[in-house]
């Protein structure tokens, strides 16, 4: 069983930045590729960016490319989702994920993720 849990989430201007984490119990993260996703109000939930269990290989939907960086740091078995130049578009709740498969099947099918966060909020405002 693997515990996910979220953190970072805040309000932020336009152009600004934030990291978020995501912090895994139970298991060691070197068992399941991570992936962050995020549900803007009134939309479907999406993949933004996933890690491989290994930490080596990365992989950027379009919503995640350019300005958001994935990265891990498996001593504190923590993923983190680095976000730079955040557009008023950014605004989500963001979830991050665990699952078996490549970083890449994992962000584009959300359904091969074993186990979810609850969500951090990020709100971005003018």
């Known amino acids: 069983q693997v515990q996910l849990e979220e953190s970072g989430g805040a309000s932020v201007q336009t152009g600004g930045s934030l990291r978020l984490s995501c912090a895994a119990s139970?298991?060691?993260?070197?068992?399941?590729?991570i992936g962050w996703f995020r549900q803007a109000p009134g939309k479907e939930r999406e993949g933004v960016a996933c890690?491989?269990?290994?930490?080596?290989?990365?992989y950027y939907t379009d919503s995640g490319k350019g300005r958001f960086t994935i990265s891990k740091d498996s001593a504190k078995n923590t993923v983190y989702l680095q976000m730079n130049s955040l557009k008023s578009e950014d605004t989500a709740v963001y979830y991050c994920a665990a699952g078996p498969p490549t970083a890449q099947a994992l962000c584009n099918n959300e359904a091969s993720a074993d186990y979810w966060g609850k969500g951090t909020l990020v709100t971005v405002s003018s």
């Open positions: 139970g298991v060691g993260l070197h068992y399941y590729d």
């Open positions: 890690i491989s269990s290994s930490g080596g290989i990365t």
